[in-house]
Structure formats: structure tokens, C-alpha cells
């Protein structure tokens, strides 16, 4: 089952432009995490914000949490073709011995940026 | 580059049929899991292996099985494959069971006829 659900499906922008996509989860969380897949490809982890963050900065990407809504937004600024990729959410999953185990991924944003 | 590698990169099989995955870890990384891919879909969590044993499962039946060796190695095999199995496996691995980032490797991508 999927726990986190991103919006939009798809986003096609133009180079220079920024890009947000949100993501939205059920259950409580440790942390939630942001991938990036090229086409067909591995995921790549790009930023981790913890439960008890609101706000984090990485380069171009600037990531947000709000507990009480259960979401996140993932903003890429200044975009750049070599964007091009899907993008995920995942939230981590305690079992019912406390000990986090996996992660749960969204189904993903598909981002185009158009050169 | 993660330093996770993947065996084969591309295998077809057909319904019945057994298939065996490979993955190594990346260096210092003794958990690896597996997730299951399927197109356009994010991926889902098959089992996570922890110092040779399962640590977790997710909603997969039994003949989706594995293996972790003591070079933190390890083996994903499926069983009696159905159409529905065509998908990315993917491995991940990462140092002990505390959360934090996955390291993946690129994917074995099966199809079965």
C-alpha cells in the first residue's frame, strides 16, 4: 500500500523556472524523505526532514513539513533540463517492536523541464 | 554512483518459472531491503534483511524469498512467477537498522511472458 500520495501526477515547466511538488502521508512519521529516479533507473536519495523540522535547505532543493496537515513540499528552484526525472516522497513505518524498518514511497511526480 | 550493485540488469522468464536477483551493498552496509517496482508506480517494500536475517516483510506472498550471506550479500528469489511479477527490483542498503537515507542500486528489470 502506499502511505504517501504526491501532487501533481505530472509538471511540465521551463528551464529557469521553479517547480514544487507536494507530497501527503497518513500515519505518523519519523522522518520523511525525498528520491529522485532518472527514466527506468535507481532512486537517489536528495533531502531528509525529521518529524520535529519544518523547514530544510539543500543546494537548490528546499523541503517542508507540516505534521498536523501530514504534508510535504519539495521545491526545486531555478530548474534545469538535467531535472528531468520522477520525483518521490517515503515515509518511514515503525513495526510493533519500535524499530523503524522500511520505507513507504508515494507513486511519484513526473517532472518535465522543457530547455 | 551508490556502490549497490544488481545481477542481471535485464531477464526474462515465463509463467512457472523460478528467478534468483543479486545484490551487493554498498561497502560498510550490513541491511539490505528489496522493493518491487511496477511501471508508473513507486516502489513497494518486499523484506529487509538485517546481519543474515529478516527484519521485516511487506505484503508479498511467501514465494517471494531471500537470502542475506556474511559479506551482507543477498539474494532475492521468486517462485512459480505470474504475469504480474514483471516489474523493477530494486536493492537497497544502508548501515544498521536506525532510519535514515537508502542507498540504491540501478534495478533488475524482469519480465515474464
Known amino acids: 500500500s502506499q502511505q504517501g500520495e504526491e501532487d501533481p501526477q505530472a509538471l511540465s515547466i521551463q528551464e529557469g523556472e521553479n517547480a514544487t511538488m507536494n507530497c501527503s502521508y497518513k500515519?505518523?512519521?519519523?522522518?520523511l524523505q525525498w528520491y529522485r529516479q532518472n527514466s527506468g533507473r535507481g532512486l537517489v536519495h536528495l533531502i531528509l526532514?525529521?518529524?520535529?523540522?519544518r523547514e530544510k535547505h539543500s543546494g537548490r532543493l528546499r523541503v517542508t513539513l507540516d505534521t498536523s496537515k501530514k504534508s510535504s513540499s519539495l521545491l526545486i528552484t531555478a530548474s534545469r533540463a538535467a531535472d528531468t526525472a520522477s520525483y518521490f516522497c517515503?515515509?518511514?513505518?515503525?513495526?510493533?517492536?519500535?524499530?523503524?524498518?522500511?520505507?513507504?514511497f508515494g507513486k511519484g511526480t513526473l517532472l518535465t523541464v522543457n530547455p | 554512483e551508490t556502490g549497490v550493485t544488481q545481477s542481471p540488469t535485464h531477464l526474462i522468464k515465463t509463467r512457472g518459472q523460478q528467478v534468483t536477483l543479486r545484490c551487493s551493498s554498498q561497502?560498510?552496509?550490513?541491511?539490505v531491503s528489496w522493493y518491487q517496482q511496477a511501471l508508473g508506480q513507486g516502489p513497494q517494500f518486499i523484506f529487509q534483511y538485517y546481519r543474515e536475517e529478516e527484519n521485516g516483510r511487506g505484503n508479498f506472498p511467501p514465494r517471494f524469498s531471500g537470502l542475506q550471506f556474511p559479506n551482507y550479500s543477498s539474494e532475492l528469489n521468486v517462485n512459480a512467477l505470474e504475469l504480474d511479477d514483471s516489474a523493477l527490483y530494486l536493492c537497497?542498503?544502508?548501515?544498521?537498522?536506525?532510519?535514515?537515507?537508502?542507498?540504491f542500486g540501478e534495478g533488475s528489470r524482469l519480465t515474464v511472458l
Open positions: 517515503a515515509t518511514d513505518a515503525r513495526n510493533s517492536g519500535g524499530s523503524n524498518y522500511k520505507l513507504t
Open positions: 500515519t505518523s512519521i519519523n522522518n
Open positions: 537497497a542498503s544502508k548501515q544498521g537498522l536506525n532510519t535514515g537515507e537508502l542507498f
Open positions: 526532514i525529521r518529524s520535529n523540522e
Open positions: 561497502s560498510g552496509h550490513n541491511t
